[in-house]
C-alpha cells in the first residue's frame, strides 16, 4: 500500500513541479494578503493609536510587536484552506477524465488512490507554507520573531501547520474524489471556506469575537493551528503554561485529523467502489 501511494503522489507532484508557474500564485497570494492586507488593516494604523494605545494594542493580539506578526500563523492556514480547495480540482478532472476509473481496474488498494491525494497535497501546501513564511520575514514591517526563537521552535511552527494541511487534506481529498462534477465541488468547497476562515482566529483575536462565536473560533482547527505556530512566534522561549497551551493545541488538531481521516475514507470508499 505505501508504494502505491508514494508513486501516486509523485505522479502529480511531478506534474506540479513541471509547471514553473505553479508557485508563482503562492507567492502573489502571500504577498497580497501580508503585505495588502496586513498593513490596509492593521489597527495600530488607527488615527489616535500611539502610545499607552498601542500597547493595549500589542497585549490584544498577544504581544505580537506587529500585526505581521500576529498575522502570519493564520494567513499560512487560511492559504492551506485555499490551496486544498483548488488541489481537489485534479482529483475532480482525474474522475472525469476516466484516469480514477482505470486506478480502480488496476491491482492496487482503493486506500492508496486516497491517502496519494492526501500525501500530494500535504506535499504542495507545505510549500506554499514555507513560501509564505519566507515572505513575511522581508515584506515591510513584517514578521519579527521572539528573541529566543529557534530551531525547535521552528520545528513546533512548521508541526502545527503540517497537522492543520493534513486536517484539510484529508476532508478535501475525500470530498474531491467523491464529487463528480467541478460545479459540485467549489460548490461545497465554498460552503466551507468562509465559515472556516471566518470564525477562526487566523485574522484577528479571541477578544475581538462576540461571546456566542467565542466557543467556535477556540475550536475552530485553523485556530488552534495559528495559536500554536503562534505562541512560538511571539514568545520564543515558553513558561510553563504557554508550554500547556500549545500541548492542548496540537492534540486537538490531531483529534480533527483522526475524525477527518475516517471521514475521508468514508466519502472516498463509497466514491471508489466498483460501479
Known amino acids: 500500500m505505501m508504494s502505491d501511494t ?3 503522489s509523485g505522479r502529480s507532484l511531478k506534474k506540479w513541479i ?7 500564485p503562492i507567492v502573489i497570494q502571500a504577498i497580497v494578503w501580508l503585505l495588502l492586507f496586513g498593513n490596509s488593516f492593521n489597527p495600530g494604523n488607527a488615527s489616535g493609536a500611539s502610545g499607552g494605545s498601542l500597547g493595549v494594542l500589542q497585549q490584544a493580539f498577544g504581544g505580537a510587536t506587529n500585526y505581521i506578526t500576529y498575522l502570519t500563523p493564520g494567513i499560512i492556514g487560511m492559504l492551506a484552506l485555499t490551496g486544498m480547495s483548488f488541489l481537489g480540482v485534479e482529483f475532480v478532472m482525474d474522475r472525469i477524465n ?10 492496487i488498494p482503493r486506500s492508496s488512490i486516497y491517502f ?6 500535504i506535499v504542495k501546501a507545505m510549500v506554499a507554507a514555507v513560501i509564505t513564511f519566507l515572505v513575511a520575514l522581508v515584506v515591510p514591517n513584517g514578521l ?3 528573541t529566543g526563537f529557534g530551531i525547535l521552535n521552528l520545528l513546533g511552527v512548521f508541526l502545527a501547520i503540517v497537522m492543520l494541511t493534513t486536517v484539510f487534506s484529508t476532508l478535501f481529498t475525500g470530498i474531491s474524489i467523491a464529487a463528480k462534477t467541478t460545479d459540485s465541488f467549489f460548490a461545497i468547497v465554498n ?10 482566529t487566523a ?3 479571541l477578544s475581538f469575537f462576540p461571546s456566542w462565536l467565542k466557543p467556535i473560533a477556540q475550536a475552530n482547527p485553523i485556530s488552534l493551528a495559528s495559536d500554536a505556530a503562534r505562541i512560538l512566534i511571539v514568545h520564543g522561549t515558553l513558561s510553563a503554561s504557554q508550554i500547556s497551551y500549545f500541548a492542548v493545541d496540537i492534540v486537538g488538531l490531531f483529534a480533527y485529523i483522526v475524525v477527518f481521516i475516517v471521514l475521508g475514507t468514508l466519502l ?3 466514491a471508489l467502489k466498483a460501479e
Open 203 to 205: 485574522l484577528f483575536p
Open 98 to 107: 476516466g484516469y480514477i476509473d482505470m486506478l480502480k481496474t488496476s491491482p
Open 18 to 24: 513541471r509547471s514553473p508557474f505553479s508557485v508563482i
Open 268 to 270: 472516498a470508499r463509497n
Open 6 to 8: 508514494l508513486a501516486l
Open 116 to 121: 496519494g491525494g492526501v500525501l500530494q497535497n
Open 191 to 200: 460552503f466551507l471556506f468562509f465559515p472556516a476562515a471566518f470564525t477562526s
Open 144 to 146: 519579527r520573531l521572539a
